[in-house]
């Protein structure tokens, strides 16, 4: 009969795991670890890439986030998710954070929470190299742009006047397309830019030195949940006074901040 009894609590002991691992929700508890759901658009090198044949995601939000997960005790998972999906993922709680390289401004602040800023960005250009018309942003006019959709480049390139804007999933898409010719200008995030020209050895196109905002980047989370809020910029001010964010910076951009 003993035997009995403990096949019966192996069973229900087998039941209670799969229904924890089951149970999965919002920072849930999956058998004592807690899990941070990250939702990131990975499609930004060097903030969010994954290169051929890598299984992880890298890049410096990557390990930032890692960072910040480590000190608050949450297990990281990212799920890699459309740039326009991000804030409706917030919205609907299928995720706990965004970290995508998403500048904080006041229209997304309407609908998303953001930590303090992490990185301080803003908007270039990427032209073919044998372009002579398009030297500055007021040269756009009567040009074609490419654009990331649902990003702030899209929202600046349609305040300018006269420019035909074309929208991409991808930043990659946008430069396929102005090396096809089916654009003469990718407006893109300064630092993807640079990293997209310096170290991904693109040849071709040019990034040219004028910046149209200054922009920043913060950690985005659903509108109530401010207690998580507090926890990352405690867990960001951490890693900034101990030196680890000097190190994930310096490991990405080859300075320190
Ligand atoms: N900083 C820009 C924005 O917030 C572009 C971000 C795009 N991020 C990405 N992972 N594709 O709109």
Redesign the pocket.
Known sequence: MKWMKALALAAICALSVVTLAGCGGQSADNGGKKVLKVG?????AP??FQDEGQKDYQGF?MDLIRAIGKELGYEVEVSNIP?DGLIPAMQNKTMDVAI????I?DERKQNVLFSDPYYQ?GLTMVVRDDEQAIQKFTDLKGHKVAV?I??????EVKKLEGVEVHEFN??ADCFTELKARGVDAVV??RP?NDYYIQKSGATGVKALPERLTA?D?GIAMAKDNTELQQKINEALKKLKDNGEYDKIFAKWFGESK
Request: charged share 20%.
């Open positions: 990131s658009s990975i499609d930004f903030f969010e939000d740039f995508s390289g998403m500048t401004n960005a990331q649902g990003t702030t480049s899209a929202e991808t930043p893109n995030d993807v922009e980047y």
